[in-house]
C-alpha cells in the first residue's frame, strides 16, 4: 500500500496550492480518503475527507470556503484545493484512506487504515 502527497511548498499568504496524493496497493474506490495536517508542536488534525459511496465532502471549520477536497476514482487519486492561505495553515500534510463520516453540523470523524509520509506546506508573509 502506498500514499504519495505531493504538490507541497512555500507560498505567500493569501495564495493558493494544490495537494495531490497518488495511491496504489488497495482498492481505492471502496475507501473513505482524506486530508490531515500537523504543525509544528502540534497534535494531528483533520482537515477534510470525502467519502467512498456518494463522495460527499466534510471539512474542518478553519478550511470551509477556501479548502475543496476531490478525488478521481479512475487515477486512484485524491486532491485538495487550497485557498487564501493565511500563516496558521503552514503545516505537514498527510493523505490517508479509511473511514470518514459527518456529524450533524459538519464536522467528521474519521478512522483511518493507511497513510501517506507527508508533504509539507509554508505559508509566508
Known amino acids: 500500500v502506498q500514499l504519495v502527497e505531493s504538490g507541497g511548498g512555500l507560498v505567500q499568504a493569501g495564495g493558493s496550492l494544490r495537494l495531490s496524493c497518488a495511491a496504489s496497493?488497495?482498492?481505492?474506490?471502496?475507501?473513505?480518503v482524506g486530508w490531515f495536517r500537523q504543525a509544528p508542536g502540534k497534535g494531528r488534525e483533520g482537515v477534510s475527507c470525502?467519502?467512498?459511496?456518494?463522495?460527499?465532502?466534510y471539512y474542518t471549520d478553519s478550511v470551509k470556503g477556501r479548502f475543496t477536497i476531490s478525488r478521481d476514482n479512475s487515477k486512484n487519486a485524491l486532491y485538495l484545493q487550497m485557498n487564501s492561505l493565511p500563516l496558521e495553515d503552514s503545516a505537514v500534510y498527510y493523505c490517508?484512506?479509511?473511514?470518514?463520516?459527518?456529524?450533524?453540523?459538519?464536522?467528521?470523524?474519521?478512522?483511518?487504515?493507511?497513510w501517506g509520509t507527508g508533504t509539507p506546506v509554508t505559508v509566508s508573509t
Open positions: 490517508a484512506a479509511g473511514f470518514c463520516g459527518g456529524h450533524p453540523g459538519g464536522t467528521f470523524y474519521y478512522a483511518m487504515d493507511y
Open positions: 496497493g488497495f482498492t481505492f474506490d471502496e475507501y473513505s
Open positions: 470525502i467519502t467512498k459511496n456518494d463522495g460527499r465532502p
